[in-house]
């Protein structure tokens, strides 16, 4: 298998089932981001995109339809592999296809944390029945150990839109409206995931300097991004083809080059998230409570005096006065907007 370095990582040209198979030791990859083929005829995707051919990169390896189920379960087992206990892995499917990732999915220890539905614009288009807009992206984890979920990365929990509502709540709801990326004129892989959507996701799930791999590179988008956010990136495409131009391209990307784009969350003030309640914590929170309503703050506002002035959470110190029998008066489904309270 060939492979080429990139300032310390390493990609490979060939097949990623036995690829990975050979060249990625068990447990040592933090975050696997993939879009495998769709096996729908990828190589033929322009009749339903509305776009110019002309500036997409040939070489694009479809499935055949009918290799499609052992085709998921082979390269799904590998990801399941070389996934470190606590790795996390994000799978994007169209519908056609989905049931046979599914099924892979369920053959190995892998356990679903959430189902997200993408949604994007330039569907695909149709006139007797309604457009197809979505993706599906599948959010696993490898149980055995503790998996990274940057909870304040893009937005901090108390931050507030202009209606009320969570900045952090709204951006973590597991469907996602996050346009494709428009790129006139300029050389580009069969469905280019955008930078947007892969950011997100090495946001919540990665630290810096944390291994990111593709199994399927494509146009190296989550290559980009991993390295464009300070993490390592690996991965594997089997078409020289489109190895080949995107390696030279990727020579040119900085690391951390994201960085500076990114939106600065305000986390301030929950420096004790995630601590035990002391009996003076609860004493102090009940009669300051207490105090700050008599004194004629709303009891929302009150939640929000305290959560600063004991650095937690909205949702803690609600939590904790309901347990220590006060009123709050205030639903805890999501903090600034209701929700159904069903599930999790
Ligand atoms: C849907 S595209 C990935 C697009 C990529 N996420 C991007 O944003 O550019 C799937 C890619 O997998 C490659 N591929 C197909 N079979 C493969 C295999 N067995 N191993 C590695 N790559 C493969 C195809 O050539 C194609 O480039």
């Known amino acids: 298998m060939r492979l080429e370095e990139v300032n310390g990582n390493i990609f490979y040209n060939g097949d990623c089932i036995v690829g990975a198979r050979a060249c ?25 995109y509305n776009r110019d051919e002309r500036f997409v990169v040939g ?25 470190r206990p ?3 892995i994000y799978i994007v499917s169209g519908y056609t296809n989905l049931y046979h990732i599914l099924h892979a999915l369920r053959q190995t220890d892998l356990r679903e944390v959430n189902h997200i539905i993408w949604r994007y614009n330039f569907g695909v288009y149709t006139s ?16 055995g150990g503790k998996r990274t979920f940057n909870l304040e ?7 507030k839109a202009q209606d009320n509502g969570s900045l952090n709540y709204r951006d973590r709801e597991d469907v996602w409206c996050i346009n494709r990326e428009y790129k006139p004129g300029q050389a580009k892989n ?10 997100k996701m090495i946001q919540y799930s990665s630290n810096e300097g944390d291994l990111v791999c593709d199994m399927f590179l494509g146009g190296f988008s989550t290559a980009r991004t991993a390295i464009g956010l300070n993490r390592r990136a690996t991965g594997f495409e089997i078409s020289g083809r489109v190895f080949d131009l ?15 784009s990114l939106r600065a969350p305000q986390t301030g003030g929950q420096e004790n998230r995630g601590l035990p309640w002391t009996d003076d914590d609860r004493e102090i929170l009940v009669s300051r409570f207490a105090g700050l309503v008599e004194s004629g703050e709303t009891k929302r506002k009150a939640v929000e005096i305290l959560g600063r002035e004991l650095g937690r959470g909205r949702w803690s110190i609600e939590k904790m006065l309901k347990i220590q029998g006060v009123r709050t008066g205030s639903r805890q489904t999501g903090p600034g907007r209701g929700g159904s309270g069903k599930g999790v």
């Open 24 to 48: 990625i030791p068990d447990d040592s990859v933090d975050l696997i981001v993939t879009d495998p083929p769709y096996g729908i005829n990828g190589d033929r995707l322009h009749h339903h």
């Open 59 to 83: 070489g694009y390896v479809e499935v055949p339809a009918s290799d499609y189920g052992a085709f998921s379960r082979n390269w799904i087992r590998e990801a399941a592999r070389v996934l």
């Open 86 to 88: 606590g790795g996390s």
């Open 128 to 143: 007797r029945k309604y457009v197809s807009s979505h993706y599906h992206i599948l959010f696993y984890e490898k149980p």
């Open 153 to 159: 990365s893009r937005y901090g929990t108390g931050e």
């Open 190 to 199: 069969k469905n280019e995931l955008p930078t947007e959507l892969l950011a």
């Open 246 to 260: 995107k390696i030279e391209e990727l020579r040119n990307t900085g690391e951390g080059y994201l960085l500076p």
